[in-house]
Each structure stands twice: as C-alpha cells, then as structure tokens.
C-alpha cells in the first residue's frame, strides 16, 4: 500500500485494480486524519495530495471532499506565488508545490479524456470557481495589479503554475464538451463572472480569445436562458444577475472579436423569430443588453436595423403582440426610445428606417407591412420627440450641458434632413421639423444657423418658406440671434460665389419672400431679418453688380424694402450708390427680364433711400445723369450713337520705306515718296435706333427716378429715416411732392458740370450779343449735345420746375440759343418746319425759360409762334428775347414772391416787359390772319 501511494498516479479515469474494502478504509482515514493509517507518521503535502488523488479515482463518494482539498493545495501555490513576488525574489517562500500542481492536472484531465460528459462539467465547474476564489482573494494584495490594469493582471497570473494550471483544466474541459453540454461549461463562467467580477476579468478574457465563437455564442445562450427564467411584468437588471456578467464577457471580447459578436447577435436575432417561450423574450433580452453595453447599443443600430425588412417586422409585431399586456408593450417602446437617445453611431440610419416604416414615400417591398408596425413606429417617434424636448429644454433650464448622444451624431446628417424636410409631408414632415428644431436648440448656434441657411437656400416655394418659420420659430426661445447668423451665412455664400446664377436667385427670392411675408406674429421676424441685412451693406450692394440680372433684379428688391443702415460709412455709401444706378442702367438694357416694371419701381425706391442722405443724393444724381450721357446707355434714350464698326480699323500699316524702294526703281533716287493721306471717303455710319415705345418707357424711368431724387431737401446731412418709411415701397408718399430746391439745385449744377466744356464755374449772368463770337465753339458743342441727347431737354424742364435752379443753367440756354439765332439768320428756307430739330429746340428752350420763370407770361408763349411764322422772323423773336435776357439776368435772389401753390417766382417790371413785346406784337400784326387767334395771349395784363 505503502508503495501504491509513493508511485507516481499517471492516467486518468478509475483505477483499474480492485482494492480490498480494507485498503479503501485505510485509505481514507489516512486522507482524512492526515497520517498514515499503519505506520503512524504524518504525511507530507506530496503524498497527501497522492492519497486524496486515489480515493477520486476509486472511491466516487469522496470527490467533494477530495476537490475541496485540492482547492487548498491550489490556494497554496498561489499563496507562496504572491509572497515571492512581494519579497521581490529575495528567496523561496513556501514548499514548492509544481510537481503536485502538475500531478494533479494529469490527474483530472485523465479523468477528462476517458468519460468528458461525466467528468467535464464537474472539473470545469471546479476549476472555474476556484480561479474566481483566487482571483478574489489576492485582489487586495500589493504584488497584484489592480482589476483595471487587465493586460497586467493577466500577466500576473499566467506565470504562476496554479491559476495557470486551473485555466488549462477549463479550457481543456470545455474544448472537451459538446453540444448542449458546453452550455454547463459556460453557465458556470457566467455564474462566477457575476460573484467574482471585475477581479475575474482576466479569466473572461484569456478564456474568451481561446474560444471566441464558443464563448460569445453559449454566452449569449446562457444569458438568454437566465434572462427568460426571471422574467416578469417588469423586466430590470436586478431580476437578471447574470445580464451584467454577459455584458462584460461581451465587453473583454469586442476588442478582437467585434464581428463575431455582429454575427452571433444577428443570428440569435433571426433565430428568434420562430415559436417559442424563449424566442419572444430574445428581442428583450438584446434591449436589455442594448442599454447596458454601447458597443451592443452600436451592433444594434448599425448592422440589426438592415435586416428589418417587411417580412421580419411582420413576424416580430406577431411575436410580441403574444402574451403581452399593453404594459409590457409600453415598457419596450420606452426601452426603445432610451436606447435611440443614447444612440451615438448609426443614429440617422435608425430614423430614417422609422420615417420609412412609420410614413412609408414608396412602396418597394413585395411584402404589405402589418398597419401595427406602422403604428408601432409612429408612437415611438412620437415618444421620442417628446422626450428629447424634455431631454433640450430641461437641461438648459438646469444650466447642464450634457451631450445627447443622439442629436450630436445627426449633425452630420443635417444636410439630408433638410432635404428631406423641404420634399415631404403629412406626419413626416412634421417629426423632422421638430427634430431639426431640437437639434439646433441643443447643438447651438452654428448648428441652428448651418439649417436655417440650407433652408434659405434651398426652399422653392411658400409651404417651404413656412417651414423655415417654424424652425425659427421654436430656435427663438434659446437662439435669438440665429437669423443673424444665418444671414451672415448667406451672404457670405453670396459673396465668395458658392452660390450659381439659380441658387443665388433663388436664395434672394426667399429673402424677398420672407421680407414680404403678412403673416400674423412673424413681424418680429421680419425685423430680425431686416436688421441683419442692413448690417451686411457691402455683400448685398456686391449682389447689385452680378452678371445675371435675375440676382442683382432680386438684390435691388432687397435694398429697397429694407432701405439704408442708421449711420453709413462714406465708402460704402460711394459703393453703393455706383452699383445701384448701375443695376438700373442694366434694368432698362435687358429686355427679357421678367416684371422689368416691377423691378425699375424698386430701384426708384432704393436710389430714393440713398437721396436720403445729402452725400447720396449728389452721388446717385451724379451717375444718373452720367449714365444718361454714357454712349454705353445713350442709345436707350432715343440718342444718336453712331456704329464705326463697319470701318476696317484692322488693314495693315503701308511700310512708307518699302514704297520708296519700290519707287526707286523706276525713278531718281533724290525723289522722296511721302506716302497717300488717308484711305477715301469714310464708310458711313450706321445709327443705332430703339423702337420710339422702347424709348419713350426708358426715358419716362431715369426721369422718374430723377424726379424722385430731387425731392429730398437738405440743408443738413441727416437721414430723416423711419421704420415705417423704410419698408413702405410702393412710394405713395412722394406722388403728392414738389421738387425740392435743393435737388433742383445739384441737378442743374451737374447737368452744366457734363454737358458744358468750360472748366471754369458757368456763370448765371446773360452774355451780350458781341460776346457770342467769343463763345462759337462751345455754343457749338453744347448744342450737339442737345441733339445727340433729346432727353437733355426733359431734364432741363425737370430743373426749371425748381425755378431758382433754372439761374444756373443760364449757359446752357444761352449757348443753344446763340446757336439757333444763327441757324435762323442764315436760313434760306421759307418755313420753319424745314428745320425741325432746330424749330423743336427753340420751342423747348422757351418753354424751360418759361416754367423757370425767366421770362414773363407774355415772352414766354412766343414759342407759340415759331412754326407759323418765317425762320427770319424766329431769329428777330430770339434776338428780342436775348435783348430782356442781357437786361434783366437770371439770379436766384430775384425771386423774392411766392404764388398761390408756394413756389418761388420773379417780379418783372411791366414797362420793360411791354418794351420788349413790341417785336412780337408787330410780328404778329403782320401775320394777323394765320396768328390772330393767339393775339390775346401776348396782350400783358
């Protein structure tokens, strides 16, 4: 006997040799007392593990007892490995325990190989307990690493022959099982994970990447089958003590396993569609594993939400609806919902895939939905609306700032969702309005301008503009300042050209659109939006110079409802004032703009705002009337504009060297040739003429918009500017107004700046006659102008209207009027009529000096006469009225009386006014019977 315990215990399974009950007895008191039975002597560890060793083979009742003692021996090793490591190798701590450990494992895997289904589940239980134990206890130790460091810990215990013998026994054991009975394995690593963790950490891990598809398919099997025994009405992780443990096996093995992990939990989840107790808990059962592990929540969302196609939401909704109170359902949609808000990848995927089932666009699958699905989905987009308001407001009312998941992950998809938003409707719509309000709320400002702007950008009509409201609307509450932001936005897209032709046209048409709006309650929002455009001048007058004339037509429309800022700076007022009367200018040019009309009445408004300020007011008049005069605009006013195109400006340049080589030929060699002087007669010119209704609409716009320049009066710069009247574009208010002389008056000095050559101040005195041959080529020169421009004469009316101005036009009249008398001296022809252009002058020149009050009542009508009488008697009728003019000269400070409507007027001495109506009154006595009918016109009352 003594011989049979000393030999080394090879093999496994039981003991082939039959033993006397005798030596089993003996055995077993040596075992238990801890001495041998016969000789009396106490036995060492070596041999006691050896004794408890046989009585596991030979004596099946004993095995508790002879496991427990191997658990000491074990502990043992441990023990003395951890003291050797505290005393830093100093010596050895303890008996040296390999040879037993080693004995042992040969021992029990023995037993393993010969009978793995009585035996695996037994030694892996015990093995995987006692590691747990160990684990455990040694956790607090200095020489153990802590429960955190799992890489060290793990080295730790790996070079140490007891727990790395323990985790050879298991990992044997459950390489050894099959089937269900793998399943007995990996409950009792659940079950240890739950008492032992996280100190057991390290076990999961090592096992796990050992057997990584076992492990993560029994895991999830094991779990499943916990989870559906302790179910109830109300399912928490307090019910299910092993969820956690399931978690965190899952958690150890996502590092190095992930997709293992996607696929077994997609494959549970299939499996689970069939009949059942234990399928129509696995839906839960991934919830709940959902909620306690992001890295499950993210298999969920990503790769789980693909495979719910029709067929598999019918099945599901069949399944769940079994069984279940309304309760119960209740509880899963607000799991559901927990776990879409905690959602931090896949989170667009997960709404659009409720979007789709809740309020399907199309109808792709072959498949019909089940109408509960669809019901289902609604109520949890619903649940989730309101519980992310809760989730914003509630948190910013609380002054926390912690990040929804859920909203932070769908910034990224912002750009979709506005494009969705903008094509959808019904419930759809709505649930995306509100979830782009929330998103914007709760991600700030940026966020909350970056869709307003796409929004504005991007809106084709009024429901989307209404939408845009809305968004607005609910971003008030917690962003003021967005519509600012947007605009800011918006105008710098403008500005950099982002933006093509159509999309900036179609950006400005919003604008106008929201500008307009009448809606009841937004006014607040259009004053925002009025604001912040006026506070980005210099992008929008960029707009005004845009190559497509839809987006500067559409900019003007802009400027013109909400006006000028408070205070502009010189620059920019220089700016803007060029680029508006340049936008008019290609306005009148185009002539396929749609609603042109609209539009010239927009830029009247707009450059009447810039009048509103003493500087803008000579700017615009300034380019106006410089624009009239361009040659590029000249034409649009009924302008004579000569086309030199036709001339061949690209013939080669004669070598005059070449030619005296030539000529040197035949010739004396002192002959110099000079060359020919020029080419013949010039082709001539072609005139370019617009149809007379085309010229008579574009005069009657510059005039109208001149006429609405000059009617601001400015003695001070100011901007006598209101709200109200800064809105008002229909301009109602200026109908009813005269021209103001101060308008009048930078209108006249402009027109004489442009048209006359002189450098020096035009004098408003009237020259006498012997100083004319003085003048020649500047009466000349102005009088072309007068001809090439027609609408010249309209302004000069337009001047004479504020009287007192017309004194500084004086050298224009009276060039025109030189020229004329001399046309009508030297003219040979019996009738006036002959000369139409220079009866039409003389006509005009009269009538301005009438409406201006140079002349008085009786002179003023002589142009009554002209095309009457002969063209001598025209020059004696100018030359008369030359002679009043030199006698009494225009002045600003002649008109000291006022008539019945306000305006200035100018006293004339009747003796001297009746002096010079002699002439008139004799040309009319001698045409009495073509002129008798106007003789009571020229009788001075």
């Known amino acids: 006997q003594r011989r049979n315990m000393a030999a080394p215990i090879g093999g496994g399974g039981v003991s082939s040799v039959s033993h006397t009950p005798q030596e089993l007895q003996a055995e077993i008191k040596t075992f238990v007392q801890g001495k041998h039975a016969t000789f009396g002597h106490k036995l060492t560890l070596e041999e006691h593990a050896r004794s408890a060793l046989f009585l596991l083979r030979t004596v099946p009742a004993a095995r508790s007892a002879v496991l427990e003692f191997l658990q000491g021996i074990f502990d043992e090793a441990v023990n003395s490995h951890i003291l050797q490591i505290e005393s830093e190798g100093s010596g050895t701590v303890g008996p040296n325990l390999d040879p037993v450990i080693q004995e042992v494992c040969s021992v029990l895997l023995g037993f393993v190989k010969v009978n793995p289904q009585a035996w695996a589940p037994l030694i892996s239980a015990w093995s995987i307990d006692l590691l747990g134990q160990i684990s455990t206890k040694y956790a607090g130790r200095r020489g153990v690493p802590h429960s955190s460091s799992l890489n060290e810990l793990l080295q730790l215990w790996m070079t140490c022959k007891a727990t790395r013998t323990l985790m050879d026994i298991y990992t044997q054991c459950l390489a050894a099982m099959t089937g269900s009975s793998a399943d007995l394995c990996v409950d009792a690593l659940l079950d240890t994970s739950v008492q032992h963790s996280p100190h057991f950490d390290w076990v999961v891990a090592h096992i796990g990447s050992s057997f990584p598809n076992t492990i993560i398919t029994r895991v999830l099997s094991c779990g499943l089958k916990d989870f559906c025994s302790h179910s109830s009405s109300q399912v928490t992780e307090s019910h299910v003590p092993k969820l956690a443990s399931v978690v965190g096996i899952l958690g150890h093995l996502a590092a190095h396993h992930s997709q293992d992990i996607r696929e077994a939990l997609l494959q549970l989840f299939h499996v689970s569609l069939g009949e059942g107790k234990q399928e129509q808990y696995t839906v839960p059962f991934l919830l709940e594993l959902a909620t306690m592990s992001p890295m499950l929540l993210r298999v969920i969302t990503t790769d789980l939400v693909d495979s719910l196609s029709a067929d598999v939401l019918n099945q599901l909704a069949s399944q769940l609806s079994k069984g279940r109170s309304k309760t119960d359902m209740d509880g899963l949609i607000s799991l559901v919902v927990h776990l879409i808000t905690k959602t931090s990848s896949g989170c667009h995927k997960v709404l659009k895939f409720l979007l789709d089932t809740a309020c399907p666009v199309d109808e792709k699958d072959d498949v019909p939905l089940n109408p509960s699905v669809q019901q289902t989905c609604e109520v949890i987009l619903n649940t989730l609306v309101a519980d992310l308001q809760k989730l914003v407001f509630g948190r910013a009312q609380q002054g926390d700032i912690t990040e929804i998941l859920f909203l932070s992950e769908l910034q990224t998809h912002r750009t979709q969702l506005c494009q969705e938003m903008l094509l959808v409707n019904g419930n759809r719509k709505w649930w995306l309005v509100q979830i782009l309000r929330l998103l914007g709320c709760h991600l700030g400002e940026s966020c909350a301008a970056d869709i307003v702007t796409f929004n504005l950008q991007h809106a084709q009509s009024r429901q989307q503009l209404g939408l845009l409201l809305e968004l607005l609307e609910g971003y008030q509450c917690c962003l003021p300042d967005v519509t600012g932001a947007a605009v800011c936005r918006c105008m710098d897209s403008l500005q950099t050209g982002t933006l093509n032709n159509a999309e900036a046209s179609r950006l400005l048409a919003n604008l106008v659109h929201l500008l307009k709006s ?238 006359c050559p002189d450098v020096i101040q035009a004098p408003t005195d009237w020259p006498d006659e012997e100083f004319t041959k003085y003048t020649v080529e500047r009466d000349l020169h102005i009088t072309r102008q007068f001809k090439d421009h027609p609408i010249l004469w309209d302004i000069l009316k337009m001047v004479a209207e ?51 009050h140079l002349l008085p009542a009786p002179l003023g009508y002589t142009s009554e006469l002209f095309h009457i009488v002969k063209p001598y008697e025209v020059a004696l009728l100018l030359r008369e009225i030359w002679k009043f003019m030199v006698e009494n000269p225009p002045s600003p400070e002649l008109y000291s009386m006022r008539d019945i409507t306000g305006r200035p007027i100018r006293f004339f001495n009747p003796d001297l006014v009746r002096k010079h109506l002699a002439v008139v009154l004799s040309i009319l006595h001698s045409n009495i019977p073509k002129l008798g009918h106007l003789y009571s016109r020229f009788q001075l009352q």
């Open 518 to 755: 009448t809606d009841t309650g937004k006014g607040h929002f259009r004053w925002q939006l009025c604001e912040a455009i006026l506070s980005h001048l210099q992008p929008m007058t960029s707009q005004l110079e845009h190559s497509c004339i839809q987006v500067a037509a559409r900019a003007m429309e802009i400027q013109a409802i909400v006006g000028l800022p408070a205070k502009p700076t010189t620059p920019a007022l220089i700016r803007t004032c060029q680029a508006a009367v340049r936008c008019f200018f290609r306005v009148l040019h185009n002539t396929e703009l749609e609603e042109k009309i609209t539009v010239v009445q927009y830029c009247k408004v707009y450059l009447s705002h810039l009048c509103g300020v003493q500087l803008g007011q000579t700017l615009v008049i300034r380019h106006l009337v410089q624009g009239v005069l361009d040659k590029e605009n000249a034409m649009l006013f009924g302008a004579n504009v000569e086309d030199l195109s036709g001339a061949d400006s690209t013939e080669a340049q004669t070598s005059l060297l070449q030619q005296n080589i030539q000529l040197g030929r035949s010739s004396t060699p002192t002959v110099f040739h000079a060359g020919v002087i020029g080419k013949g007669l010039r082709p001539k010119a072609d005139s370019k003429q617009l149809p007379n209704d085309q010229v008579t609409a574009n005069c009657q716009a510059v005039l109208d918009v001149l006429y609405t320049c000059t009617l601001h009066e400015h003695h001070h710069a100011s901007i006598p500017k209101h709200d109200e009247d800064r809105m008002d574009t229909s301009d109602t208010r200026v109908e009813r107004r005269r021209i103001s002389s101060s308008g009048s008056r930078t209108l006249a000095l402009l027109v004489v700046e442009l048209v």
């Open 802 to 852: 504020g009287r007192t101005a017309l004194c500084h036009c004086a050298i224009l009249l009276s060039s025109v009027m030189s020229t004329l008398i001399t046309h009508w001296e030297g003219s040979r022809s019996s009738v006036t009529t002959d000369a139409q252009w220079h009866l039409h002058a003389s006509c005009k020149v009269l009538e301005c000096m009438g409406e201006g």
